[in-house]
Each structure stands twice: as structure tokens, then as C-alpha cells.
């Protein structure tokens, strides 16, 4: 078994940043593709980016791309989701996920609580 939680989230202004935690207790992930995730008021949860075991190659949606950084420390059995141009659309509860390969967020087995990002205008 493995514990995911997430850490970081808050209420920032349009244009600030925030950077996301994800630690892992119980077993490692270091050899696993992690995965954020969020879900908007209102809205299906979408995939917003992941990364593979090494850190060499992460995926982001199109409308994080340039404002979001992805990596992880396996040292610390920790990912992190570094947000900067924060946008009020990107208001969500954002969710750690491991054990997955893909950006569908069923595929993945493993799932934190989520923390809120609120992004004020």
C-alpha cells in the first residue's frame, strides 16, 4: 500500500505562483509514473501533467504549458508541481495520483486527498 498527500495549495492573486508537494509514505513511487490531476467547480477532472520514473520525460496539458513545472526527487519520494502565471481558470482541487502511465486518471491506482488552489482575479 501506499499513502499519497498533497501539500502547497492556497489562495494566490492572477499572476502568482505556487508550488505543489506530493509525498508518498508506505512505499516508494521512485520507480513509477506520478500524475497531477484537478477538478474545477463544476467540472470533470482533467489531467494537467505527469512524469516518468526518472524525471527525463513529462507531458503537460496544452493550457499549463509554459506556466507549469513537473519533477521529483525520488530521494525524498516527493513530486512537485511548481505553477507560476496563475490563472483564475486554474481554480481547482489538484490531485496527486501514482501507479498510472497515462492521462486518464482511472488508470491510475493510487490518489491523494487533493488541495485547493484558488486563484483570485
Known amino acids: 500500500q501506499i499513502q499519497v498527500t498533497e501539500s502547497g495549495g492556497g489562495l494566490v492573486q492572477a499572476g502568482g505562483s505556487l508550488r505543489l508537494s506530493c509525498a508518498a509514505s508506505?512505499?516508494?513511487?521512485?520507480?513509477?509514473?506520478v500524475a497531477w490531476f484537478r477538478q474545477g467547480p463544476g467540472k470533470e477532472r482533467e489531467f494537467v501533467s505527469r512524469?516518468?520514473?526518472?524525471?527525463?520525460?513529462?507531458y503537460y496539458t496544452d493550457s499549463v504549458k509554459g506556466r507549469f513545472t513537473i519533477s521529483r526527487d525520488n530521494a525524498k519520494n516527493m513530486v512537485y508541481l511548481q505553477m507560476n502565471s496563475l490563472k483564475p481558470e486554474d481554480t481547482a482541487i489538484y490531485y496527486c495520483?501514482?501507479?498510472?502511465?497515462?492521462?486518464?486518471?482511472?488508470?491510475?491506482?493510487?490518489w491523494g486527498q487533493g488541495t485547493q488552489v484558488t486563484v483570485s482575479s
Open positions: 495520483a501514482a501507479f498510472g502511465t497515462s492521462d486518464v486518471w482511472s488508470e491510475y491506482k493510487y
Open positions: 512524469i516518468n520514473w526518472s524525471g527525463t520525460s513529462t
Open positions: 508506505g512505499r516508494t513511487f521512485s520507480s513509477n509514473t
